[in-house]
């Protein structure tokens, strides 16, 4: 009988961990684009809370990955979730108060939150054995389907939670209440997590400088993938539930969508590590761009519901794919010493795509149109391919010159 991987029971804890922080962050994702557009002074500033929050996850991936190698990781992701409750509870009362301005610093906050979570999947590879590294990283991201399911569903169940007498619904505030809640149950989950701090020898190791290890074809193709995965699926979701209510859909229409939009994106996490290991993870990836392109043909095909709900499961479905693959092939760029440094650079490089493509979402959106969200992507897309075709040809050299 084969003996159990031992780093499994942190798999499990840490993907319970994902699974809370997605869910309060598909919440966030589901209505802070309206809460911006109901609060901003100008219809174009609409997205600019959630890409403030993306702006805050991208400046804090690399001081978050250093700072977990300097103290651990359990303390780490401790801090993150206790700004991010805090900044949960702001954007509540800021929700009260009509402030836009402070609606954005909530915001922010969860966005340093996210800043700490997204090194939930590397916590899991950076214990697992070389045999299970992609089926852990994989797993840890399906803990997300618990959140494709419930985020969206505690969205529409606590959207108008607040009814006060004489001031009428206050929407969307008990969404953030909820996520608060959500996001302080992971340090109940983190307690029990094992994963042992670099000694003060380890940490005095620094390896090879960036620059080299950026120059490495699979560091390129890694990063590429993750970032224009993540950038292209943030884009198009951003703008979703503006452009579903715009087609004169309810709010539950765009919950609904967006929910199914999430399962997408973590439900194939069951198997994607498996997929990895049995086809090479290259493929994989590519398959991943392609369901990218085929989500941009359903979306620009028309503007019914059905064509907005395939749309998004194919996005998901592409952004898993390139995402946990790029997660994959990053961990063969690096030595332990390096982890941290390249980690949080990635991540970095990942979380500034995705910054942008918030921010550029709702204008475009607003002076373009739908159509146009979903056509600007095409080239992006059309780059993480050249890049794979790129890798695939440099491998097949290498192999064949060792023969």
């Known amino acids: 009988m ?20 997605m869910s309060a962050m598909s919440m966030s994702m589901t209505v802070t684009a309206l809460v911006g557009q109901s609060l901003s002074p100008d219809p174009a500033l609409s997205t ?4 403030l929050q993306f702006t805050a996850t ?10 977990m190698r300097r ?42 939150f996210m800043g700490f979570s997204v090194f939930y999947r590397h916590a899991a590879a950076d214990t697992a054995s070389d045999a299970f590294r992609s089926k852990a990283i994989s797993l840890v991201m399906a803990g997300g389907v618990v959140s494709a399911l419930l985020g969206p569903e505690l969205a529409k169940q606590s959207y108008d939670m607040f009814d006060i007498e004489g001031v009428g619904t206050v929407t ?31 940490q005095k190791e620094s390896g090879r400088p960036l620059p080299q290890i950026m120059r490495q074809p699979r560091f390129v193709v890694a990063a590429a993938g993750a970032m224009i995965g993540y950038g292209v699926m943030s884009f198009v979701m951003t703008a979703t539930p503006l452009a579903i209510v715009a087609c004169g859909f309810a709010f539950t229409d765009s919950a609904f969508v967006i929910q199914w939009h999430a399962f997408a994106m973590f439900a194939p996490s069951f198997f994607t590590g498996s997929l990895i290991a049995r086809f090479g993870v290259l493929r994989i990836m590519m398959i991943g761009a392609l369901a990218l392109i085929v989500s941009v043909g359903i979306s620009a095909s028309g503007i019914e519901l059905y064509q907005f709900w395939w749309g998004l499961v194919m996005l998901g479905i592409g952004w898993n794919f390139l995402f946990i693959g790029g997660t ?5 760029c690096h030595t332990p010493a390096e982890k941290a440094k390249v980690q949080g650079l990635n991540d970095f490089m990942v979380f500034s795509t995705v910054t942008v493509s918030s921010f550029s979402a709702g204008a475009i959106f607003h002076h373009f149109g739908w159509l146009e969200v979903n056509l600007s992507v095409l080239p992006l897309i059309g780059i993480v391919i050249v890049l794979l075709f790129w890798l ?12």
């Open 71 to 112: 103290f651990g990781r359990q303390m780490g992701f401790s801090l993150g979730v206790v700004i991010g409750v805090a900044g949960a509870l702001l954007a509540t009362l800021m929700i009260f108060e009509r402030s836009f301005v402070g609606f954005c610093v909530g915001s922010i906050m969860m966005g340093v």
């Open 172 to 202: 969307y505030a008990g969404c953030f209440v909820v996520a608060a809640a959500l996001q302080a149950l992971i340090l109940v989950v983190l307690r029990f997590v094992k994963i042992p701090r670099e000694t003060a020898e380890q």
């Open 392 to 403: 695939m040809r440099q491998n097949r050299a290498v192999a064949a010159a060792g023969e």
């Open 2 to 21: 084969t003996e159990r991987d031992p780093t499994v029971r942190n798999v499990v804890l840490l993907a319970c961990c994902q699974a809370l922080s």
């Open 48 to 51: 600019l809370p959630l890409a």
């Open 328 to 332: 994959t092939l990053l961990g063969e």
């Open 58 to 67: 991208m400046l804090t991936t690399m001081p978050a990955s250093l700072l």
